[in-house]
């Protein structure tokens, strides 16, 4: 039993091996692709689904596993102290945490092809840190701390570190990371105002996580392709290290940067009772797979070698993102095939009356 441990742990290469040999693609967006699913609330955003249903985020792994993630992320995304003690559940987090982990490592280490997935341990923007109070940066730190801690615990391959708004609290995060001495990916998450909100620009807050060993560096959430793809060119040429490029799936645009505030114009007849339609009425929004294919293509041609897609994320688009930079999935079985379709196909068989027919379907 113990030799073939070694033996898989042997063969399984490490992060930084796999970005040096090509594309490595990665799932996230698990907060919206759950509440979709039916098991989490909107707004509150806790991932109380690894202990409530984890056989429904095990599911989820495993269809992200077989339309392509490389990685296996553990959903801890939000499951953070700061909003368990707002959902007054604060007893609750160590136990969530390592039901979320051990979930992403039981799928991690069952792969559909030969050689283990990666499991990693997740931490993220936290909320509370204020720019102008060091008093949450430390309690911040703690919180990142314990995290961590649970994902060494639980046999993470690696770390991910997401979607910082303010540049310091990703600097502080990368630093908690990096004293595991796993490999550390840390992506930042500019708001509308196109900078950190404490004031550091996009590429220069990039270059200096890079500095401070950041194994991968770049950009996840808020920003679909439109307006995450200029910031990802720039700090593609400015650094050595790998970058990583996980958009949203929603059409973003120059005057709305993020989903956030895009505008309820889209010939919606009922309109979201919320201010504006993020997070419950973006559908109307969503990306075609196409985009989200062409992308990664060009972020992929540009050098950018870590690839996935954040919240919209469904297992086609990850298939999607996955196949435009030339990788054969499991999922690729099932990729799209038109030459069968009953009006639009060209197969021999698909009746003349029904081709004849395709203007007016
Ligand atoms: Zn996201």
Request: aromatic share 8%; glycine share 6%.
């Amino acid at each position: 039993m113990k030799k073939n441990k070694e033996m898989s742990k042997n063969t399984k290469r490490s992060l930084i091996e796999r970005l040096n040999a090509g594309p490595v693609i990665c799932a996230e967006g698990f907060l919206f692709e759950i509440e979709r699913r039916g098991y989490m609330s909107s707004g509150e955003f806790v991932p109380m689904v690894s202990l409530d249903h984890p056989e429904a985020l095990t599911n989820l792994h495993r269809d992200f596993q077989h339309a392509g993630s490389d990685i296996v992320q553990a959903f801890t995304y939000n499951g953070h102290r700061e909003k368990m003690r707002v959902i007054d559940k604060e007893d609750l987090l160590e136990s969530l945490n390592r039901s979320a982990l051990k979930i992403a490592k039981e799928v991690a280490i069952s792969p559909l092809g030969s050689e283990h997935n990666l499991m990693a341990g997740n931490i993220s923007n936290s909320n509370i840190w204020d720019a102008k109070d060091p008093k949450t940066h430390l309690e911040v730190e703690k919180m990142f701390s314990e995290m961590v801690g649970w994902a060494v615990d639980e046999g993470a391959d690696m770390l991910i570190g997401e979607t910082f708004y303010y540049a310091k609290e990703a600097y502080t995060a990368l630093k908690v990371m990096k004293k595991t001495g796993l490999p550390s990916v840390i992506t930042i998450a500019p708001m509308g105002e196109n900078i950190m909100r404490d004031g550091v620009s996009i590429v220069d807050t990039c270059k200096e996580l890079e500095q401070r060993g950041g194994d991968v560096v770049g950009m996840n959430c808020f920003r679909g392709p439109e307006t995450m793809m200029p910031y990802l060119k720039e700090v593609r040429k400015s650094l050595k290290c790998h970058v990583a490029a996980l958009p949203i799936t929603f059409r973003t645009t120059k005057e709305h940067p993020t989903f956030f505030n895009l505008p309820d114009n889209n010939g919606c007849t009922c309109h979201t009772p919320h201010k504006t339609p993020f997070p419950t009425a973006l559908d109307p929004m969503q990306c075609n797979r196409y985009e989200l294919g062409k992308f990664a293509k060009e972020a992929y041609d540009l050098g950018i070698n870590y690839l996935g897609v954040c919240c919209g994320a469904n297992p086609m688009l990850i298939r999607e993102v996955a196949e435009a930079v030339g990788l054969e999935v499991p999922a690729s079985k099932y990729r799209e095939k038109m030459s069968s379709h009953f009006l639009f196909g060209t197969h021999k068989r698909i009746a003349k009356h029904q081709k004849d027919y395709r203007d007016k379907a």
